[in-house]
């Protein structure tokens, strides 16, 4: 049988664009919700059209939940239909000249056994939904081509930006939650970020202000990554491998399999990521005119395998089973070169050599009642992850001081989830849940450098909580009410040289949110919600030991950081232009106490360290701040063969603190209270060019203004990119080439006058060449099982500086 492609963007908006060219009118209304006749599972996003003497007049897509409401209709006798990839169409007939509101109840939709045999879903480009609590992104074939990991296309994503480091950041704030499926891990984000490639991504979610029910980490909210994974009856698979030439090339490849038979469904996966990075950097010091430059090369290898099944015990039982080990390696050199106005130059070289295992062991059940959206879930989750790492320091020809570094790092975590949803009625909802979560990590770090300290560090936290929301619908509005209370425990014990010190903090808090929603016309959304947040101190932001060291630049953790608590109030609209496209604005303002920040201060530990000035970077909880800001970002198809998607950004923040500032005069350091406003400005644009059926265009530009800080201003950085795709053999193949900062302009420019004054850049290799091949093999009958994703907490950015 000859095989059928559709994409879902043209599935979703065939509905919507004929409704939207017939206004309806009347005050009839129609609501349901559509269910999976066999699985009984809610289906999220069907289309639902209304028509009346042959022509549509109005629709909608279902929730997530696959209730749906149209309302505004006309009364007298309408046709309802829903339809949805892979299914047959539901059709129904009703009258509304006697009767304005009429509930159809469950619509069951009955899998469509031929279209299934022959349907390639292929989402060419990337979508963008605004649903209660989150946006939801769902990766097209233009992002995936925009680079080999997940680290890379992220800059092409609303309200998000990734700096020359792999610093991720959401709404200009870097204090944000990473999440893989929902689960844990305890890498640090933007290595978690370095380790996923692009074309594993189903989905990523923005939590920018999440209700009660999530754990309330991370002020800027959360970013979700939801990989991909098949359910298709029979074997099938895909493989996708890719080049990136810069510098040096680096490599990706990976192999996807499933094969479900039965009531049980096994997959598989591996990916290699193969990645040499080349980067430069220049630090000029005014007051003595010194410099130093850095030649920095990082070579990391890494292997990652996931392995797992699902056991359908009935239509209402399923047990769900994975691991996913990841095994990575590397080596970092940095070359620094420290110059002084006629005096020798002097050379370090540092050399770091990394070892790191990941361990996920997950199992989740997963229970479906009688009464449609009834659900109990019940998840544990455990986490290992071990880090090795050792550094050489070497000065040219100035052996005695040469030294060596060993730090081990041991992270155990282990998480347990209880959730429970109650539909109480059609539009009114009641979740309960539990959580635990326990981590440990056991650090030690050996140096035989002669003023360095022989360091132990031992950090337990333990967190249990409990929540309760309440969500209810009636003609427009919508509600949602909930609050999370939770008891927090950490102790942290570490040991420096001969003195031993500890630190503890223990309290219970409320974290309360509500969210309210107006949806006047079936093409408008609005929503206004309010949340309370924290933000906690991680283990690599407390640990009291060398991440790296330079002649001038050590960076440490500070054990005595404090929590900061964010009150945050948010609100959306979102405006559906039929067809076309849509559109959404998000302003937010936010009341932050005892922020958490970088610190910059004198090093004055020894003799060597103040003559050579060296600067410390650390972590520090400055006063009160205040934040807000807005996005204005749309999805637009110009013509039949140009789309677009422009997004524009403004953040806003007010911070206080207290900088050393060094006195040329007397050569020490000086405390200063100082309150800066920074307006942050970013801008994207995408464009998407159907050339033909197979042969595909992008281009795309993105600006990013100055930001300000207590200690210095980073300077704008912007660049453009372009590419091509061009997909093949029936569409089970495709070939992409994409060429990265065409102009060469990206850099990270900076100036600085704390704790002494000096300006800088670093360089990366930005400009590049992506080639990219995909190849989709095995039968598929799609019979997608809908499973729950969960926000768990994730360990914060651990910082660097390369």
């Given at each position: 049988m000859k095989k059928r492609y559709l994409t879902l963007a043209l599935l979703l908006s065939a509905t919507v664009s004929a409704w939207a060219q017939q206004p309806a009118t009347g005050n009839g209304i129609i609501k349901g919700k559509v269910i999976e006749k066999t699985s009984k599972n809610e289906v999220g996003f069907a289309s639902v059209a209304v028509s009346a003497n042959g022509q549509i007049v109005s629709g909608g897509l279902s929730e997530e939940d696959g209730s749906f409401t149209i309302t505004n209709l006309p009364n007298t006798a309408v046709e309802v239909s829903v339809e949805y990839i892979g299914f047959k169409t539901y059709k129904n007939t009703i009258n509304l000249s006697n009767q304005k509101t009429i509930?159809?109840?469950?619509?069951?939709?009955?899998?469509?056994?031929q279209v299934l045999d022959a349907v390639v879903i292929n989402a060419e480009r990337s979508t963008m939904e605004q649903l209660?609590?989150?946006?939801?992104?769902?990766?097209?074939?233009?992002?995936?081509t925009a680079g080999a990991t997940a680290s890379d296309i992220m800059n092409n994503i609303p309200s998000v930006n990734v700096d020359q480091d792999g610093n991720l950041s959401m709404r200009g704030n870097e204090n944000v939650r990473v999440l893989i499926d929902g689960k844990p891990t305890q890498l640090d984000p933007k290595t978690v970020l370095k380790q996923i490639p692009s074309n594993a991504i189903d989905k990523i979610e923005l939590i920018t202000n999440p209700?009660?029910?999530?754990?309330?980490?991370g002020m800027?909210?959360?970013?979700?990554?939801?990989?991909?994974?098949?359910?298709?009856?029979g074997f099938n698979g895909s493989y996708n491998g890719n080049i990136t030439f810069a510098k040096v090339p680096k490599f990706n490849n990976g192999l996807d399999l499933n094969y479900r038979k039965g009531k049980i469904n096994f997959f598989g996966n591996y990916n290699f990521s193969d990645q040499k990075t080349l980067n430069d950097g220049i630090m000029t010091q005014l007051d003595d005119m010194s410099t130093q430059l850095f030649d920095i090369v990082n070579d990391n290898k890494s292997h990652t395998f996931k392995l797992g099944f699902d056991y359908y015990l009935n239509d209402k039982n399923t047990f769900s089973v994975y691991t996913n080990q990841t095994y990575a390696d590397g080596v970092g050199t940095v070359a620094n070169t420290l110059s002084y106005v006629n005096t020798p130059s002097l050379l370090q070289t540092d050399e770091y050599n990394g070892a790191n295992k990941s361990q996920i062991y997950n199992a989740a059940y997963k229970k479906l009642f009688a009464k449609p959206g009834q659900t109990l879930?019940?998840?544990?989750?455990?986490?290992?992850?071990?880090?090795d790492q050792s550094g050489y320091f070497g000065i040219a020809g100035n052996s005695p001081t040469n030294y060596n570094d060993n730090s081990n790092n041991t992270v155990n975590a282990v998480q347990a989830n209880l959730d429970y949803v109650h539909p109480i009625n059609d539009a009114t909802k009641l979740e309960l849940g539990a959580e635990y979560r326990s981590t440990t990590i056991d650090n030690t770090y050996r140096t035989t450098n002669i003023i360095g300290n022989q360091t132990n560090f031992n950090y337990d936290m333990n967190i249990a909580s409990a929540y309760?929301?309440?969500?209810?619908?009636?003609?427009?509005?919508?509600y949602q009410l909930g609050a999370r209370i939770e008891k927090y425990d950490v102790q942290a014990d570490y040991v420096i040289g001969n003195e031993a010190a500890a630190f503890n903090d223990d309290y219970l808090t409320v974290y309360p949110s509500a969210f309210l929603s107006y949806t006047p016309t079936q093409t408008d959304f609005f929503q206004i919600s309010a949340s309370r947040r924290v933000d906690?101190?991680?283990?690599w932001q407390t640990r009291p030991v060398r991440d790296y060291s330079t002649p001038r630049v050590v960076q440490i953790g500070n054990p005595e950081l404090q929590p900061q608590f964010t009150n945050s109030v948010e609100f959306n609209y979102t405006k559906i232009f039929g067809v076309k496209g849509s559109a959404t604005l998000g302003t937010y303002y936010r009341m932050i106490n005892d922020p958490i920040e970088r610190t910059f201060y004198l090093d004055t530990s020894s003799a060597d360290a103040i003559a050579e000035r060296r600067m410390v970077m650390s972590y520090g909880n400055f006063d009160e701040a205040t934040a807000y800001g807005a996005e204005l970002s749309a999805n637009y198809k110009l013509t039949k063969w140009w789309d677009v998607q422009p997004s524009i950004e403004y953040y806003y923040r007010n911070q206080?603190?207290?900088?050393?500032?060094?006195?040329?005069n007397t050569n020490e350091g000086e405390l200063q209270l100082r309150e800066v406003n920074n307006d942050v400005f970013n801008t994207r644009m995408n464009n998407n060019f159907k050339i033909t059926n197979q042969l595909r265009a992008t281009l795309f530009g993105f600006y990013r203004g100055d930001a300000v800080g207590v200690n210095g201003v980073m300077k704008a950085m912007y660049k453009v990119d372009t590419g091509v795709r061009y997909s093949f053999w029936e569409n089970t193949a495709n070939i992409s080439l994409r060429f990265n900062d065409v102009f060469n302009t990206m850099k990270a420019q900076f100036e600085s006058d704390a704790p002494y004054r000096q300006n800088g850049q670093f360089r990366w290799e930005s400009q590049s060449l992506f080639v990219g091949f995909q190849y989709m093999f095995g039968s598929a009958k799609n019979k997608a099982l809908q499973r729950k994703y969960r926000d768990t907490n994730e360990v914060q950015k651990s910082g660097g500086f390369f």
């Open positions: 509930d159809l109840g469950s619509i069951l939709l009955e899998a469509d056994e209660v609590d989150r946006k939801v992104i769902r990766v097209g074939k233009d992002l995936t209700s009660a029910k999530y754990n309330p980490e800027s909210g959360m970013i979700n990554f939801i990989l991909k994974k098949n359910m298709q009856d879930d019940f998840e544990v989750n455990y986490n290992k992850t071990n880090d309760a929301t309440f969500g209810s619908k009636f003609s427009k509005w919508g906690r101190p991680n283990a206080r603190g207290i900088v050393t500032v060094l006195n040329t």
